[in-house]
């Protein structure tokens, strides 16, 4: 256990050293000033509006926070793709890991060592960002989601889904090969769940068991789905959905108890074949 | 940096609350046993059987691709035997209580670019089980004892390639190590380098640290081992101490202003004539301190001596004949010319062999 820390520790370490941490806060900063300055602007256009009904307020609000926090989704996924592509072969290409693990340390604790490092990193950008995204929302429109505390939940679990597959991917692939897999994967899924919406959309059973089943083969975008259906509003999903319709990239509905379970399950899997297939490489 | 490196000679003295290690004292430190490594259909290490002693300074010597690397991760752990035994301490090869004692320069290496030596060594340090104390007080001094004294704050970025080098080295011999594995220690080392290494290297082993030493250069083995191996191929083609491999075979070479008949009858009093190219006569014979009788000779048949030089058989003759591909005289006698250059030993002996 405490190799792991030291591990994590060391990871955290050249996070800050690279300057990795420095350029996510910067970034991040601009994107959050960015979103807060378009969102009182749609904000106030819309209150101008006739807009007796409160719809088109509504929509501008509701979107808007769940445009943004789409965004927030992928620059969690990217920055999860990036960390883990390279997390074993970089060091395995450099010899670093050979001298590292020579060490007495369990190959288990230094993979879970550099899985909690980037872990914590993930999870705080991603609190960070959805928690400054929905304050700017609930300040300038007093607007209430169906339930924040879940939207920034499935965002972080999605994450580390990425990162514990593509971790995995590092144990038993080249860093190239391993990012072209991964990011290839996390498309597919995309693409999937907007197959699986319109397969609703246009009742059609083939596309929505095909966008399912890729749903269950590598669950990020039902992650997705399910944590901007909680970052909507209720009135927000019953207006949208009445037709039968709906926005392509939002979820909409509360995800499924087994996918959920699956989706939580799948990362813990990936780990275990990541630790698996680690103990037992010739480096 | 030379002193430093005597300093050194209580390696062994371990500090309370450092790890204890296994192992007996009496037994080998390394010992494998028909070790083998395949890597698909490529076999890295044939039946490798090798033991090395407590307090020796062993040189793995081969061509790049013999499998010397190979052999060093399987006494890591890095690497699985695909059969055969590896015993470190008495252990099996890679156990966690092994790994405490052993320190290890691996080949290709580039450390994380963005740390300085000393997060490096402190990493390092806590990964190996050292208190903070231990690691305070240790980390000036392998940075002393590699000449990088005053320089542990700077980015491993910033490091010539020999400065990793030698941070590669006091990372091996942080955790005071009873077994140090060097791979190659020295490929990135200019001459300066090359002599410090040399000189950490006999300090360990007068402190009792057993050095393992993977190595194609022959000067280097040939300055600090005691006892070689040459494998080729993944397989030992020759081992004992550096004396006996090296040969009994001692040479006169006789460099005159002509050479004909009449000299060569002369000389064959003494020993025998393997080589004659151009005006220089080589002579095997017993012993070196026939040269003033074979000098006097010479004179006085009424020839100009130009230079008479005692040549041992280098390691660098033994190794050619090893693995060279050359085929070796029967009677032991050296290569045919063309095979070596045959410089007097220590003189000319820094070739490298090609692989």
């Known amino acids: ?283 | 940096m030379s002193q430093s490196a005597s300093a050194d000679g209580d390696g062994r003295h371990r500090q309370s609350g450092d790890p204890q290690v296994p192992g007996s004292p009496r037994g080998p430190v390394v010992r494998t046993v028909a070790l083998r490594k395949e890597y698909g259909r490529r076999v890295a290490l044939h039946e490798l059987t090798l033991e090395v002693g407590r307090g020796e300074v062993f040189g793995f010597l081969g061509p790049n691709g013999a499998g010397k690397t190979t052999a060093v991760k399987v006494l890591t752990g890095l690497v699985r035997p695909t059969s055969g035994t590896a015993e470190v301490l008495g252990r099996p090869a890679g156990d966690s209580e092994v790994r405490r004692a052993v320190g290890y320069l691996p080949e290709h290496f580039r450390f994380q670019e963005w740390a300085t030596a000393e997060d490096l060594l402190h990493f390092h340090g806590r990964l190996a089980g050292m208190p903070a104390a231990a690691r305070r007080s240790r980390i000036p001094e392998v940075l002393e004892l590699v000449g990088l004294s005053g320089r542990g704050g700077d980015r491993i970025k910033r490091y010539s390639k020999g400065m990793t080098q030698r941070i590669g080295l006091a990372l091996a011999l942080l955790a005071r190590p009873e077994l140090v594995l060097l791979d190659e220690p020295t490929s990135a080392l200019d001459p300066v380098g090359r002599r410090d290494v040399r000189l950490i290297v006999r300090a360990l082993a007068g402190g009792g640290v057993t050095v393992f030493l993977n190595s194609h250069l022959l000067s280097e083995v040939e300055a600090v081992c005691d006892r070689v191996a040459v494998v080729d191929r993944g397989r030992v083609v020759a081992s004992g101490r550096l004396g006996d491999l090296v040969g009994p075979v001692a040479q006169l070479r006789i460099a005159v202003d002509r050479v004909d008949r009449e000299l060569l009858s002369a000389v064959a009093a003494h020993g025998e004539v393997t080589e004659v190219e151009g005006t220089t006569v080589t002579l095997a014979v017993d012993q070196l301190d026939v040269g003033p009788a074979v000098a006097e000779l010479v004179i006085a048949r009424g020839y100009r001596l130009y230079g008479l030089i005692p040549v041992t058989a280098s390691l660098e003759d033994v190794f050619v004949r090893l693995v060279g591909g050359e085929t070796a005289p029967p009677d032991g006698r050296p290569p045919a010319p063309g095979a070596v250059t045959g410089p007097a030993r220590g003189g000319g002996s820094r070739a490298e062999v090609a692989s």
């Open chain 1, 1 to 283: 256990m405490t190799g792991a820390l030291t591990v994590a520790r060391w990871t955290l370490k050249e996070a800050g050293r690279r300057r990795l941490l420095l350029a996510a806060a910067i970034a991040s900063a601009a994107f959050v000033a960015l979103f807060a300055l378009a969102f009182s602007f749609l904000y106030g256009k819309a209150k101008q509006a006739d807009d007796t009904s409160g719809l088109l307020t509504l929509f501008a609000v509701v979107s808007q926070t769940v445009l943004g926090l789409y965004a927030v989704q992928f620059l969690g996924a990217f920055l999860a793709l990036f960390l883990s592509v390279g997390s074993i072969s970089a060091d395995a290409d450099s010899g670093a890991l050979h001298a590292m693990l020579a060490r007495p340390i369990r190959r288990s604790a230094f993979l879970a060592g550099r899985w909690l490092g980037y872990a914590g990193l993930l999870t705080a950008y991603i609190v960070a960002m959805s928690v400054a995204l929905f304050a700017v929302a609930g300040i300038i429109a007093g607007y209430h989601p169906i339930d924040p505390l879940r939207t920034v939940l499935l965002l972080v679990l999605e994450s580390l889904l990425l990162l514990s597959v593509g971790m995995f991917g590092s144990t038993v692939l080249p860093t190239l090969a391993n990012g072209v897999v991964l990011f290839g994967l996390f498309g597919l899924a995309w693409l999937a769940g907007v197959v699986e919406f319109i397969g609703n959309v246009l009742r059609n059973d083939p596309m929505v068991n095909l966008g399912v089943g890729v749903s269950l083969a590598f669950p990020s975008d039902a992650l997705w789905r399910g944590a901007s259906y909680f970052a909507q509003s209720p009135a927000f999903i019953s207006d949208t959905t009445a037709g039968g319709g709906g926005i392509p990239f939002f979820g909409t509905a509360a995800p499924a108890g087994p996918m959920l379970a699956w989706a939580i399950a799948y990362p813990l899997l990936f780990l275990a074949a990541g630790l698996l297939a680690f103990r037992r490489k010739d480096l």
